[in-house]
């Protein structure tokens, strides 16, 4: 009797713990492989991107290890979603949620054409909805109305309309139709859209992060900085976009009447790093592991680059990624950050507030 009672709990003992689902979007410091099926230019997958992932192979993430999803997924105890892309989502596994990001992808449809073929924000919603009616024939609607409710999503986006768009080339059309600061009041505009469309289509516990330090990137350091400093124009521009962001965010709160985003000052979290590396264990914050170049920042990281033999002692990566243990660094301030890194709420406290309802 009692043997059955233990053997009935432990086979629908997953099923009620419920682990979150978890959906990502954005750009590539969060795709973790929708690109690999894509005929674009912007991929990760081949080495050494990976070198420090479990399997040491390249899976599409641009980090030598795990990105920020996968940090967020192993901090609250989920597997980390699979690319939207893969073939392996199916059945139970849709039930974790779905990674839609796609890297070189921005808030504006133009932004990263270069790059050709890539899931721009709007399909990446699209695709959003694609899942919900894929997971509707599993489960019905209305749990997978409580899947997405109850889900965590995490927004990364916005980088690439400066880097790659504004000031991809002198006198880029962005630029001739926009002074700097018109130009973030557009991109703001437009990003305000696309949460109220994710919350349209569920989403209750987002996290959305502002840009980072554009100009601190070692790629941004080799082709812009003086004597091996930050560009000043696009730390200007970053400087410009995180506080309208923030204000954005506190405006759909208080016009939803609850806390559906959270505004993760990615910003502050990497310039703690690169302003005092050695305090964070890092040899250096200018030079990156894998690339060319002055600082490393020089085209791409490919199996001809130079590369550090240890990647834990290096913020960034490639010329605009972060290692995995610079992400680590983002991560514990996304958990456990003040308001000043996480506003209005950090991750931990989330997690806490959700388990009570
Ligand atoms: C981006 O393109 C899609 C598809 O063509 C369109 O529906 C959407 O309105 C565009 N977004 C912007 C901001 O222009
Ligand atoms: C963030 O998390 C820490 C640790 O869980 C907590 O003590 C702190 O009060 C939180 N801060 C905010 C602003 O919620």
Redesign the pocket.
């Known amino acids: 009797m009692l043997g059955l009672l233990v053997l009935a709990l432990a086979s629908f003992a997953p099923l009620a713990a419920e682990a979150r689902a978890f959906f990502v979007f954005g750009d590539s410091l969060v795709d973790n492989g929708n690109n690999n099926y894509l005929a674009t230019t912007a991929r990760a997958d081949s080495p050494p991107y990976g070198i420090d992932y479990p399997t040491r192979r390249p899976t599409g993430r641009f980090s030598n290890g795990l990105n920020i999803p996968d940090l967020i997924s192993e901090a609250i105890g989920t597997e980390s979603p699979l690319p939207y892309l893969s073939p392996e989502l199916e059945g139970e596994r849709l039930l974790a949620g779905a990674n839609f990001a796609s890297a070189g992808i921005g808030i504006l449809n133009d932004t990263g054409i270069q790059f050709l073929n890539i899931i721009r924000m709007y399909k990446q919603l699209e695709y959003f909805q694609q899942y919900q009616q894929r997971v509707s024939g599993l489960i019905g609607a209305e749990q997978t109305q409580r899947l997405v409710n109850g889900a965590l999503v995490l927004m990364t986006v916005g980088g690439n309309d400066f880097v790659n768009n504004y000031y991809l080339v002198p006198f880029s059309a962005r630029s001739r139709q926009f002074s700097l600061p018109d130009y973030v009041v557009y991109l703001i505009s437009e990003y305000r859209k696309l949460l109220m469309r994710v919350y349209e289509l569920g989403a209750r516990r987002v996290l959305v992060t502002g840009t980072g330090p554009m100009g601190c990137v070692p790629a941004e350091i080799a082709m812009r900085g003086r004597n091996g400093q930050c560009s000043v124009e696009l730390q200007r521009a970053a400087s410009l976009y995180n506080p309208q962001l923030i204000e954005m965010i506190n405006g759909l709160n208080s016009q939803l009447g609850s806390d559906v985003f959270t505004a993760a000052n990615a910003y502050d979290m990497s310039m703690d790093f690169i302003n005092n590396p050695r305090a964070f264990g890092f040899v250096t914050s200018k030079i990156a592991c894998c690339g060319q170049g002055p600082y490393n920042g020089i085209g791409l990281c490919t199996e001809l680059s130079n590369l550090c033999p240890n990647r834990e002692i290096y913020a960034f990566w490639d010329p605009f990624h972060p290692s995995e243990r610079a992400n680590r660094i983002i991560v514990r301030q996304i958990?456990?950050?003040?308001?000043e890194y996480?506003h209005?709420?950090?991750?931990?406290?989330i997690m806490?507030l959700d388990s009570k309802t």
């Not at 958990?335 to 308001?339: K, M, N, P, R």
Request: cysteine-free; aromatic content about 0%; overall charge neutral.
């Open positions: 958990l456990t950050g003040t308001t996480m209005p709420l950090n991750l931990s406290t806490l």
